[in-house]
RNA sequence: GCCUCGAUGGCUCAAUGGAUAGAGCAACAGCCUUCUAAGCUGUGGGUUGCAGGUUCGAGUCCUGCUCGAGGUGCCA
């Protein structure tokens, strides 16, 4: 990448300044290399020597002279300059900028890819929404941020791993349980038998798999032994809420790798083995009949066991925690949460400590919940009153209008679904203006080949145009956005980019005329189309988009 | 009470401690005989909630306050 090059270029530069005596001794500082606001400035600028003319106790102005005039003239670079207050501008030659087409052509779907994962594996966990229903629009965020996270990762060079985690133990499970018995009895007409339980889930769905339960068994789950009846509707309901979750969740173009039981975690004895590991670094503490953990401040108590003997949620996620960074030996552990669960993220600091891992593998990416609105009035979710299914939401404006949607947002703001809205604000949806960037290209390329113009043997240099060399430079900013979201967490820079990318192009498409008399001229143009096509393309899959061909 | 997050143009939002705070929508004025007008160009619109502080430089960091969302369970 052409930025680390010129962090690198100023980096040695200030040492051989430093060496010959031009500046004072001081630790190298952290070298920021930026895009200027305004691109008259330049294409890349550093204010390192702003940051340093307090320790080097010199006029800005001077340092950065100084460094460039150590840093030579690398041929890439058709200028660098200094402006006040200090900054240090570089500008790159028009030759290098049009040979990068080839470079992105060459590279295809792998251009944007960089290599600072180095191939380590990271899990990321995202959804995990208690498998007892649809998913709930709220979900929806949850759901995009993790898959385009997860997709950003392995474009950096991890080894990612996408993870379920079914909550399929518990009090909700058992409430399901419950219900689905009582929806399956009464479709027998046995209502009688198992009564509809006290704050259970109202749903249809649940009357719909009682239905079809009912018709697959028949009568044969109602006399079943005490001990054997619930553990059976858990096993039937969760098969098949599992199998619709994951149906849902592919019309959005998510797939995981994985489905992880909370109950193997007992099953399988790592809760035991956690247990046992608290135990003997004396981490708990037994009182009012429940063993709570010790935590590492006071008053950070929380139970593990309760005083019926059975273990809570917390008692899961360490065992999950264990299983994942030991027992799995992931690097890092990435956990999407909704602001409702933010009680986590002090706790899984905790339980890392506590287990002696290093808190670092342990990333949590919060966001702020979704709120829904129906004609300006607030439409309060939950799981016992008004539920908006995320399938209904797609239904209405599609997939990639919602995946867009959810994911421009800062994972920080707090966002508001006016339903009443939604299709009519879908028909805005900035989704389209990147699309249709994408389609108009496909055209394009119709076009060239019904007139058999051909983009082979181009010569880039012919590309001069203020709009050609504009679109270029944005292309090539696909490796840097994705290290930037990669560092930051923040999937949502995809969306500001895919639009200005496409923005760019619609520029270059009023202003430059593809398809012309000009042959030569007419291949170097199509090469950048091909070029900004692929950049648009890949931006557009990152984000788990489709790339239409027309509109 | 304590903890987390937010407040930026009429609306929805963006913005690596850097240069003149940007987009879209809405409003207004232009541009199709030409590769897709779901497009392009232009105009107006801002004391970045309030008050201090740190810094060469603050929408961004710190303190206090106001308003909003969420959390603070032997629920997950």
């Known amino acids: 990448m052409i930025k680390h090059t010129l962090t690198q ?113 990271v899990q990321v966990e995202f959804i995990s929404a208690n498998p007892t ?27 990612i791993q996408r993870e379920y985690y079914m909550n399929d133990t518990g009090n909700q499970t058992l409430l399901f349980a419950q219900t689905l018995r009582s929806r399956y009895a009464k479709s027998l007409g046995k209502e009688d038998r198992f009564p509809f339980p006290k704050d259970g889930y109202p749903g249809d769905y649940l009357i719909e798999m009682g239905q079809k339960l009912a018709d697959n068994v028949g009568t044969a789950y109602l006399d079943l032994a005490d001990n054997e009846s619930i553990a059976t509707f858990q096993q039937e ?35 035991q083995k956690i247990y046992q590991y608290l135990q003997e670094h004396d981490q708990l503490v037994k009182k009012d009949g429940a063993v709570w953990l010790k935590g590492n401040e006071d008053d950070e108590n929380y139970v593990l066991v309760r005083s019926d003997g059975r273990p809570t949620y917390l008692a899961s996620d360490i065992a ?33 400590q506590i287990l002696g891992l290093d808190e670092e593998r342990v990333v949590i990416v919060m966001y702020q919940l979704v709120s829904l609105e129906r004609d300006g009035k607030q439409v309060r979710m939950g799981k016992r009153s008004e539920f908006v299914p995320l399938s209904k939401v797609i239904e209405e404006i599609g997939v990639d209008a919602t995946r867009f949607m959810l994911l421009t947002r800062s994972s920080d703001s707090q966002m508001t679904l006016d339903l009443s809205l939604a299709v009519q604000e879908s028909s805005e949806n900035p989704v389209y203006y990147v699309q249709y960037g994408h389609a108009r290209i496909a055209s394009i390329f119709r076009k060239a080949e019904a007139e058999g113009v051909s983009m082979k043997n181009a010569d880039l240099s012919l590309l001069t145009n203020p709009s050609e060399l504009d679109l270029i430079r944005h292309t090539l900013r696909l490796e840097e956005v994705l290290e930037y979201i990669a560092l930051t967490l923040s999937p949502n820079h995809l969306t500001t980019y895919a639009q200005e990318l496409a923005t760019v192009f619609h520029r270059f498409y009023h202003d430059c005329r593809v398809i012309s008399d000009d042959l030569a001229l007419s291949a170097a143009r199509l090469s950048l189309v091909k070029a900004t096509q692929i950049t648009l393309a890949n931006t557009l899959r990152l984000m788990g988009m489709s790339t239409p061909e027309q509109m």
């Open 9 to 121: 270029l100023v980096h040695t530069a200030l040492g051989t300044a430093q060496q010959v005596g031009d500046l004072p001794e001081f630790d190298l500082p952290v070298i920021s290399v930026e895009r200027p606001k305004d691109n008259k400035l330049g294409d890349y600028a550093t204010p390192v020597a702003l940051g340093l003319a307090r320790f080097a106790r010199m006029n800005p102005i001077k340092i950065a002279d100084i460094i460039t005039k150590h840093m030579g003239k690398p041929d890439f670079l058709a200028e660098i300059s200094v402006a006040r207050p200090g900054f240090i501008n570089f500008r790159l030659t028009t030759d290098w900028l049009t040979q990068q087409v080839s470079r992105i052509i060459q590279a295809g779907d792998d251009f944007g890819k960089i290599n600072i994962g180095q191939n380590k594996r």
């Open 133 to 159: 229903g649809p998913l709930q629009f709220g979900s929806g965020r949850n759901a995009i941020i993790g898959d385009v996270l997860a997709n950003v990762f392995s474009a950096v060079g991890y080894d």
């Open 237 to 271: 309901g969760l098969n098949y809420m599992v199998s619709h979750l994951k149906n849902e969740v592919a019309t959005m173009n998510i797939h995981f790798d994985n489905w992880f039981s909370e109950r193997s975690l007992y099953d399988d004895g790592t809760y």
């Open 320 to 352: 999950y925690m264990y299983n994942k960074l030991v027992t799995r030996n992931f690097e890092k552990a990435i956990y999407i949460l909704g602001a409702d669960h933010h009680g986590y993220m002090s706790r899984l600091g905790t339980v890392a």
